[in-house]
């Protein structure tokens, strides 16, 4: 069920379009696929702790829980470590399901740890994160364009637990591009 709080997805383009939707899509007020995702985290950090250290110890950069996060289109987030990192970066902003977070608790029994390990900046409740890779998609006013999968690195298993890299092939969450500035919000309740 779709809590009434959630915020709103609309899909655009992408493989399997019928020309309905291709029409909805081209229409500015239109929701194509429109979908409840509500957002229950949100995280920024100032420094890599994992991002270009393999074979070397993780840095120690603190990671930010906040309420609301201000996305730059084709820049990144304010006060994140990957805003202005790169020209037209792949990884602008990165997402990760709470679902899969409480399956790898579940398989690998852990209780001390929180979604945030993962470093990933915002985390959604209500859908596979793996369909907006190609696509355009809209949270909460907010545009962006899912590029790729979040690939799990071989640091997941030190920070989380041991099996948690083999656990995440394939649902690692999902890295795009900002296409419109505007703020996130963690939705109540």
Same mark, same amino acid.
């Given at each position: ?40 985290? *949100?995280? #920024?950090?100032?420094? =890599?702790?994992?991002?270009? !250290? ?8 603190? +990671?930010? /829980?906040?309420?609301?996060?201000v996305c730059r289109a084709g820049r990144g987030i304010e006060g994140d470590r990957f805003l202005d990192y790169r020209k037209d970066y792949r990884g602008q902003i990165t997402f990760f399901s ?9 398989? *690998?029994? #852990?209780?001390?740890? =929180?979604?945030?390990?993962? !470093? ?8 596979? +994160?793996? /369909? ?41 969450? *999902? ?9 996130? !919000?963690?939705?109540?309740?």
């Amino acid at each position: 069920m779709v809590r009434p709080d959630a915020a709103r997805v609309a899909i655009r383009g992408g493989p399997g379009m019928n020309r309905s939707s291709a029409a909805e899509a081209a229409s500015p007020s239109a929701t194509p696929n429109a979908e409840g995702l509500s957002i229950v985290g *949100l995280y #920024v950090s100032p420094g =890599h702790n994992y991002f270009g !250290r393999y074979g070397g110890s993780p840095g120690a950069h603190r +990671l930010d /829980r906040v309420d609301r996060i201000v996305c730059r289109a084709g820049r990144g987030i304010e006060g994140d470590r990957f805003l202005d990192y790169r020209k037209d970066y792949r990884g602008q902003i990165t997402f990760f399901s709470v679902e899969v977070y409480e399956e790898l608790c579940a398989a *690998l029994d #852990v209780r001390d740890r =929180h979604p945030g390990v993962f !470093r990933r900046n915002v985390v959604t409740r209500g859908g596979d +994160l793996n /369909r907006y890779v190609g696509h355009e998609f809209e949270i909460q006013g907010v545009r962006f364009l899912g590029v790729a999968e979040c690939s799990p690195c071989e640091w997941m298993d030190e920070a989380f637990a041991e099996g948690c890299h083999a656990l995440l092939e394939g649902r690692g969450g *999902l890295r795009a591009k900002i296409l419109s500035d505007g703020a996130l !919000r963690v939705d109540a309740g």
